[in-house]
């Protein structure tokens, strides 16, 4: 009943916290010059489009887009207008450089052809490259929808029908750009994916479950209780009103990476009761009070190294942190109500059921496990030392990405449209600057363009950014209208022409004409440039921070003006460092807590150490892959550590509460004990891992970069996870025999075990 108040984000994800300095700048930037990511652009560089069919095909196609009222305004090469120098009274005024009328003749366009490219440098880089001839109509949508449902509805059921109808009838090659379309579409992608992939986890992990344990009532039971918790996630976020984002996206396939390891440990402890002596309550009483115990505290610890998230500033992350904490612990109860009810009602498994349990090549595995243990030690820690060494230099080479188009398919239409904007016009990704003069009207002065116009000098040497667009540009053209529209005069007019020039000045401050007036705000004090960056990286951003802040400083006097850089793709690369300073922090406090819940269960210090070790080393491995791979830091990559982390835990704990099952069976006796817990955890550990190694590898199969590099590294540190516990741990906890030897070490646990003479009672 909850689905129906989902709903998905339709803003970019914001990692930072609301009072963060780069949030409250791009805010105060909102609320005077409204949201810079409102601009869709449709562009061509069709050598015959000045032909008189093309022309009015593509005059056509912006008409049409300019009558939905989703779209503010719409300017383009059919409706650019000049500025005209009058007389009587002194004055400029706006109008159209072409008739509006569609009977344009073919000597007209011709002339305007010859003329756009050289007669009116005021709207080169806006809406023409001179250098390569590319054509592009601006069309700027409402404010209100740019980051709401309704941006969506008109993006999938208005103007993709338009452009596709256009596409089909003409033969003109047109390339669409620009931030609502590019979120609208990667949104939509991002959508159609999780359906298809939470599925082909689902189909791939049951195909490889049935292949384990034979039965197709243990994989229709587990399959079932994954589903279920898959649709509680879904119905939680309706619940609690969370948008589904970049983050709480990933949960609902974490329920599964939790939910089939609960059914796997549940179910297999049940088939070996069975098989061990017949009695179908025994064995299910068995199954909740030994596995449950053991799959509660798994639970418990992952959920609570998620919760962790909840204690940062930033809303996505307390977000993402509630919710995979609370499906966390409602997988848990499902498993443990659902699986030993469904039995108890079912027969006993038969023997096909139950021949998996004694498989050769299983067995063989198991052995194999036990003699590295046993005979190979030392290979162990050598192999352990090399993996950290070699981890810790990759570590090393870690980027961090903060990158909007990064992670977006790189085969889709859309994306080789954002290269094709980026090679014509030097990008897409919006970014500002904001001058505050500290009085009003004073944007307009000479001295404040002049030394405007001596930032975009600096900003033009800067090959990733695009020529930046502001009051300065409609300042030149005043100048050139003033000397009759010769575009040799394009330029800021001295202190002596802008007094024979002010009568026709003080004309243009009410004008609307060719979209400038968005940059300057209602007082004048407040002056815009807005630039297109190239999609480049964290490091390359930092770089062009670092260059231009000096000369901002030197050319904008802190006493003076207060000059700030904002816009969406600032922000973004902003809140991916936030995010990776706030990973640190709540993987320390994740191990911090994990580390308590071991003191709690075992209490024993030393028995913290041991069993830390084989889980921090899979979180180490993988920062190190991610190093030597190239895979950087970001949003989509940064929940592989605590799903690491969750999943190396849950192993560490099934196998120690064996083996304190064992020590007490065993009066104390290391060896005795340790053999045992290994050989009756191993099957169960590496039947989860195998499946959720292939349920994961499904997602290398994505179009989106970050969804390939999630899967890839989680499945590769499922399996290190497995051999780390399965290899190390027991390892250390025999090389420490004499230390850990004795009940004083290890106390009686605060989780109670039920051993066989009790269960007899019972």
């Not at 954002?418 to 970014?431: A, Q, R, S, W």
């Not at 065993?666 to 959720?692: D, G």
Request: charge should be neutral.
């Amino acid at each position: 009943m909850q689905w129906q108040h989902m709903q998905f984000s339709y803003s970019e994800a914001n990692m930072l916290p609301d009072d963060a300095p780069i949030n409250q700048q791009y805010a105060d930037f909102e609320e005077k010059f409204g949201s810079d990511g409102n601009v869709i652009m449709l562009a061509t560089d069709d050598e015959d489009l000045f032909t008189l069919e093309k022309f009015k095909a593509w005059k056509t196609l912006s008409d049409t887009l300019a009558t939905f009222p989703e779209i503010k305004s719409v300017i383009g090469i059919h409706n650019l207008q000049e500025l005209i120098k009058l007389e009587n009274p002194k004055r400029f005024e706006m109008q159209q450089i072409l008739s509006k009328s569609t009977d344009i003749s073919k000597q007209q366009l011709e002339a305007y052809s010859k003329s756009l490219f050289t007669d009116y440098p005021f709207y080169d880089g806006l809406i023409f490259n001179s250098k390569n001839k590319t054509v592009q109509t601006v069309a700027y949508m409402q404010d209100s929808i740019v980051n709401a449902e309704g941006r969506k509805v008109f993006i999938m059921e208005k103007f993709v029908p338009l452009i596709e109808s256009f596409k089909k009838n003409h033969n003109i090659e047109l390339h669409v750009s620009g931030m609502p379309y590019i979120r609208t579409l990667n949104s939509q992608n991002i959508v159609d994916e999780i359906q298809w992939f939470v599925l082909a986890a689902l189909l791939v992990t049951s195909v490889i479950f049935f292949f384990f344990f034979r039965s197709f009532r243990a994989t229709l039971i587990s399959m079932l209780t994954v589903i279920i918790g898959v649709m509680w996630a879904f119905g939680f976020m309706g619940l609690l009103g969370f948008e589904i984002t970049v983050l709480t996206a990933v949960i609902p396939p974490l329920i599964i990476i939790i939910g089939i390891p609960n059914c796997i440990f549940l179910i297999n402890k049940y088939q070996h009761e069975i098989k061990k002596h017949g009695n179908q309550a025994k064995s299910l009483q068995r199954v909740i009070t030994k596995i449950g115990n053991a799959t509660l505290m798994t639970n418990v610890t992952t959920a609570s190294g998620f919760a962790t998230f909840i204690f940062t500033q930033s809303e996505l992350l307390k977000e993402f942190g509630i919710l995979a904490s609370i499906n966390i612990i409602a997988i848990f109860i499902l498993s443990l109500l659902i699986i030993p009810i469904i039995y108890s009602y079912m027969p006993l498994p038969n023997d096909k059921h139950l021949r998996h349990l004694g498989k050769q090549w299983i067995e063989g595995f198991v052995e194999w496990i036990v003699k590295m243990v046993r005979d190979k030690r030392i290979t162990i820690y050598f192999t352990s030392v090399a993996v950290l060494g070699i981890s810790i230099i990759g570590i090393f080479n870690i980027k961090i990405s903060g990158s909007l188009l990064e992670d977006m398919p790189q085969n889709a239409e859309f994306f080789e449209d954002i290269k094709f904007f980026e090679d014509k016009f030097d990008g897409v990704l919006p970014l500002e600057i904001m001058i505050n003069t500290k009085r009003p009207n004073s944007v307009i002065k000479l001295s404040t363009l002049k030394k405007m116009d001596q930032l975009a000098s600096e900003i033009v040497d800067i090959k990733e950014l695009s020529a930046p667009l502001s009051v300065v540009n409609l300042a030149k053209y005043s100048k050139q209208a003033f000397y009759n529209n010769n575009p040799k005069y394009y330029q800021l007019p001295t202190s002596q022409e802008q007094t024979f020039m002010s009568p026709y000045l003080k004309s243009m401050e009410n004008m609307k004409g060719a979209g400038i007036s968005s940059y300057v705000d209602s007082t004048g004090q407040f002056a815009r440039m807005t630039m297109f960056m190239k999609d480049i990286t964290t490091e390359e951003i930092k770089k062009i921070e670092d260059r231009l802040l000096p000369k901002i400083q030197k050319i904008f006097p802190e006493d003076r003006y207060e000059v700030t850089m904002t816009g969406k793709a600032l922000v973004y690369q902003k809140g991916t460092h936030y995010l990776v300073d706030n990973l640190v922090l709540s993987l320390s406090l994740a191990i911090l807590l994990i580390a308590l819940f071991m003191a709690w269960m075992f209490r024993s210090f030393r028995m913290i150490l041991i069993s830390l070790i084989p889980n921090l080393l899979p979180l180490l491995m993988t920062a190190g892959m991610m190093g030597f791979l190239g895979v950087p830091i970001k949003p989509s990559t940064i929940l592989v550590f605590s799903i690491a982390f969750g999943i190396s835990v849950d192993d560490t704990i099934h196998f120690l509460a064996k083996y304190r099952q064992e020590l007490k069976a065993n009066h104390w006796k290391i060896k005795r004990s340790v053999y045992p817990a290994l050989r009756e955890t191993t099957v169960s550990m590496f039947y989860t891992s195998i499946v959720l190694f292939f349920g994961f590898s499904v997602f290398m199969i994505s179009s989106f970069g970050g969804t390939v590099a999630l899967g890839g590294l989680v499945s590769a540190t499922l399996l290190f996870a497995m051999l780390a516990n399965l290899l190390l741990l027991p390892s250390l906890l025999l090389s420490l025999e004499r230390s850990i030897a004795n009940q004083k070490t290890m106390k009686e646990p605060q989780m109670s075990i039920i051993d066989e003479e009790d269960e007899e009672l019972l």
